[in-house]
T-cell receptor
């Protein structure tokens, strides 16, 4: 079993819809979780971090964390074609120095 | 504020040759990390510097890889001799503190032929 798992996609949604990206992780003691967006050939860019159970909202993005289920998700409201990218889920180790990444989900937002 | 810069952006070498990748972190960031993504796999941690000290080398694949950060500023990652399986994208990242947002560079695409 991979440490951080994501559906590779592609996930295709129409413009204006909600995109829902999911991630599960295996280390039950993990405390810090991150979502990165990566455009093709570019660097991963942090868009959300979440540390506590529940929802965290930032603009059109909402991260959701459920530690009991070892599940993290990212919702993108009012999806735009410019949101088309690969979204990487990452979990920080307890030392705070190492991210474990999932394989990423490719999101395609169609006009 | 300048971001994390990496050089070169692309490198094509033959098996057995040596390649050195360079990373300039964001000014003031004591923590510097190397990650890599090989074809079809996840981005994987290689190592972590705090200033000039290696804090964690647990991700380094073997002794053909040598990372340095003399003076605690820029870092280099040397692969000697390069093997076919070393091909991939090598990312550098930096952060001011531990457990904080990591800023990534755009990576070096290494192709070993």
């Amino acid at each position: 079993q991979k440490e951080v798992e994501q559906n590779s996609g592609p996930l295709s949604v129409p413009e204006g819809a909600i995109a829902s990206l999911n991630c599960t992780y295996s280390d039950r003691v993990s405390q810090s979780f991150f979502w990165y967006r990566q455009y093709s050939g570019k660097s991963p860019e942090l868009i959300m971090s979440i540390y506590s159970n529940g929802d965290k909202e930032d603009g059109r993005f909402t991260a959701q964390l459920n530690k009991a289920s070892q599940y993290v998700s990212l919702l993108i409201r009012d999806s735009q074609p410019s949101d088309s990218a690969t979204y990487l889920c990452a979990v920080m180790n307890n030392a705070g120095n190492m991210l474990t990444f999932g394989g990423g989900t490719r999101l395609m937002v169609k006009p | 504020e300048a971001g994390v810069t990496q050089f070169p952006s692309h490198s094509v070498i033959e098996k057995g040759q040596t390649v050195t990748l360079r990373c300039d972190p964001i000014s003031g960031h004591d923590n510097l990390y190397w990650y890599r993504r090989v074809m079809g796999k996840e981005i994987k941690f290689l190592l972590h510097f705090v200033k000039e000290s290696k804090q964690d080398e647990s991700g380094m694949p073997n002794n053909r890889f040598l990372a340095e950060r003399t003076g605690g500023t820029y870092s280099t990652l040397k692969v000697q001799p390069a093997e076919l399986e070393d091909s991939g994208v090598y990312f550098c990242a930096s952060s001011r503190e531990l457990n904080e947002k990591l800023f990534f560079g755009s990576g070096t695409q290494l192709s070993v032929l």
